[in-house]
């Protein structure tokens, strides 16, 4: 990638405040983009206090009213968005049986409602312009079954198809929608799952039998800077003749 790719050009990233959302507005930053960084952490304007050309943004995605807000104070206040990356995210575990509505619609909340109120939101600046990428960040779990995960697979699986049905709706306008779909990544969310799961990493690349899960062929865990390295791949110009593509970053644990 070069290394001013996206000089002159504003970014527009939720989930930012950590993890994989950190880093794609880093690396978005660092190719050149001013980037607008939202998170439903208040504390996101100190997560980047001090750094040119990122400007903080406190947005819950799961309030559509807000969402709009948010786009339309970024696109007066630092200009129209040519790049979104949806990256918020969420993950409740637990058998279907035990799971509680409120964790069942909260995950949709985040995980799918966001997809869609900010897509929605951002695309109605986009398509006057007749220009735009827009990336959502799902997971592999998207696309293959999880125990103990049924709501964020199906959370992510239904942002997976509404982005990819986005771009179709969107292409006539010139606008590109993609999906990154992470595996296995070292971020706060991962290692939550490796305190309750009590294992850490080494079950998850040595795979698990029991639960259905092969391992990581790779033997790594991905870095956040892996998936946003994608995430950046699918929102530039390099990547001007694919939309409606999903893009695996898991060390090839799904064998796709």
């Known amino acids: 990638m070069e290394q001013q790719e996206f000089a002159g050009k504003i970014a527009f990233v939720t989930g930012a405040a950590q993890g994989i959302g950190a880093a794609v507005t880093h690396a978005l930053r660092n190719a050149g983009a001013t980037v607008v960084a939202t998170d439903r952490n208040p504390r996101i304007a100190e997560a980047y206090a001090g750094i040119d050309g990122v400007t903080a943004i406190p947005c819950d995605v799961t309030d559509s009213a807000r969402v709009d807000e948010v786009v339309a104070q970024a696109e007066d206040a630092v200009g129209p968005i040519d790049v979104l990356a949806n990256v918020a995210g969420v993950l409740a575990k637990g058998p279907v049986e035990s799971y509680s509505d409120s964790d069942w619609r909260f995950t949709f909340a985040v995980n799918t409602d966001g997809v869609f109120h900010v897509s929605r939101a951002v695309a109605r600046h986009m398509v006057p312009r007749a220009r735009g990428s827009i990336v959502t960040v799902s997971s592999n779990a998207s696309g293959v079954p999880r125990r103990g995960m049924a709501a964020y697979a199906a959370s992510k699986a239904a942002a997976t198809m509404f982005t990819k049905s986005l771009g179709l709706e ?28 009590g294992g850490g990493p080494d079950p998850i690349l040595k795979g698990d039998p029991e639960n259905y899960r092969v391992g990581i062929p790779l033997r790594r865990i991905a870095d956040p800077s892996d998936v946003a390295d994608a995430v950046l791949y699918l929102a530039s110009d390099r990547a001007r003749q694919v939309t409606m593509q999903e893009l695996y970053v898991d060390g090839g644990a799904t064998l796709k």
């Open 170 to 197: 969107l292409a006539d306008h010139g606008i590109r929608c993609n999906v990154v779909c992470p595996g296995s990544t070292d971020t706060p969310m991962q290692r939550t799952m490796w305190e309750q799961d």
